[in-house]
């Protein structure tokens, strides 16, 4: 019976210190210029939370721009790309001494907060990879509904290459992928 509990905390141990060695592996790779931090965002992929259950069409509109500051707004519609609209509001601010690639967000009046890091970005700004500190949860945002296939899979490479499982993710439905699919396209 001590060996069982000795190989419990032995593992339990090792599973912490995989998700500290994880977290401190896991940081941003460039600086971020401060229009990431303003304008509409969509969600291309993302790791299942409870907050974002059942939601398609998702965006994420960053509002009001002022010397690090600035205001969040994520919309979700239920059940479909053409559901009820629910939003959530925040607000958020750039940490001091991040080269703008982490931000912290208040909700529901500041009484929740959490951190997110902008890990990586396109060149060009088309795409970025965010995430939080511990890793746990990922998104891949996009600054137009639908990603090319290609930009899309260079994204998701770099994603891998950070260390998230891919796998896991959910990848919501954009109104612009249902009209095209409407249309012929593919998604």
């Keep these: 019976m001590k060996l069982l509990a000795l190989l419990c905390c032995a593992m339990g141990a090792s599973l912490l210190w995989t998700a500290a ?3 401190a592996e896991l940081q941003p790779a460039k600086p971020v210029p401060e229009n990431l931090y303003s304008g509409r965002w969509y969600e291309i992929a993302r ?3 409870r907050l974002q259950n059942n939601c398609e069409g998702s965006t994420s509109d960053f509002l009001h721009w002022n010397d ?7 919309t979700c519609h239920k059940g479909s790309a053409q559901g009820p609209t629910s939003t959530l509001n925040a607000h958020g601010h750039v940490l001091p001494e991040s080269d703008n690639t982490k931000m912290k967000l208040g909700f529901f009046g500041g009484f929740v907060t959490q951190e997110y890091w902008i890990v990586d970005r396109a ?3 088309s795409w970025a990879i965010m995430a939080t500190p511990t890793g746990r ?4 945002l996009s600054r137009s509904p639908i990603l090319d296939p290609k930009v899309k899979s260079r994204a998701m490479a770099r994603m891998e290459a950070l260390g998230f499982d891919c796998s896991r993710l959910a990848y919501p439905l954009q109104q612009a992928e249902l009209t095209a699919a409407n249309e012929g396209g593919t998604r």
């Design 21 to 23: 060695a994880a977290a």
């Design 47 to 49: 790791t299942p939370n």
């Design 68 to 74: 690090g500051d600035f205001q969040f707004v994520l």
């Design 123 to 125: 060149d060009d700004d």
């Design 137 to 140: 949860y990922v998104w891949l």
